[in-house]
């Protein structure tokens, strides 16, 4: 069975600092790989993907993640976080290439200080 | 931009009652699908919807549990005769079909609240 790993549940940085949010995936046939965000009250907002096609990938707001085979992890960064990134992160697993059922890892909490 | 709706934010039942979530998702999509959080836990997938009939869905979809999309816009999931663990925040989300490139997004509403008391 598919399954994922946010090894922090909350992570806290300082504005204008980097952020490393960390994924492990488990490994069986190629993975499609996901980060999405969540702010209080708000959907679920995908952040990037990652589809084998080039290993970083580049996303929204200034977030970017590498695809590390060798690894089974899919860390997302940013060089510097803003407060308005405090939010909730779920990194997001599916083997079947339609697309149907994801599965998400336990998520993380970014708080970010002034 | 469009985005996938849900009503109501929060829903308030008694135990045994049934109750049904509605979302609306994006006009032009044709996957629709129901995940759950129950609180302090991960997101689980609970079904998915495709050519109006269910596509998959996993152990938590039992026979108390049943999808429909009754209109154009609608899609609903009903529970039958909730429980006290039926409480958690339920998302739906929609995927347009755009053949069958891999990683397809599925877009996400912003859930309804359920708790069961």
């Known amino acids: 069975a598919q399954s994922v790993t946010q090894l922090d549940s909350h992570v806290s940085v300082s504005e204008g600092t980097p952020v490393l949010l960390r994924c492990n995936y488990s490994?069986?046939?190629?993975?499609?790989l996901f980060w999405y965000v969540q702010h209080p009250n708000k959907g679920l907002q995908l952040l990037l993907k990652?589809?084998?096609?080039?290993?970083l990938v580049k996303g929204i707001n200034g977030f970017e993640a590498e695809f590390k085979k060798s690894e089974t992890s899919f860390h997302l960064t940013k060089p510097s976080a803003h407060m308005s990134d405090a939010a909730e992160y779920f990194c997001v697993v599916t083997y079947n290439n339609a697309g149907n059922m994801l599965t998400f890892g336990g998520g993380t909490r970014l708080m970010v200080k002034p | 931009e469009p985005e996938v709706t849900q009503t109501p934010s929060h829903q308030v039942t008694q135990m045994g009652q049934e109750v049904i979530l509605r979302c609306v998702p994006i006009?032009?999509?044709?996957?629709f699908y129901w995940y759950r959080q129950i609180l302090g836990q991960k997101v689980e997938f609970l079904v998915s919807f495709y050519n109006n009939e269910i596509s998959e869905k996993s152990e938590i979809f039992d026979d108390q549990f049943s999808v429909e999309r009754p209109d154009g816009s609608n899609f609903t999931l009903k529970i039958r005769s909730t429980k006290l663990e039926d409480s958690a925040m339920y998302f739906c989300?929609?995927?347009?079909?755009?053949?069958?490139?891999?990683?397809?997004?599925?877009?996400f509403g912003p859930g309804t609240r359920l708790t069961v008391l």
């Open positions: 006009s032009n999509h044709l996957y």
């Open positions: 990652y589809t084998s096609a080039a290993t």
């Open positions: 490994s069986s046939y190629s993975p499609s």
């Open positions: 989300a929609s995927r347009a079909f755009v053949g069958q490139p891999p990683g397809n997004e599925q877009f």
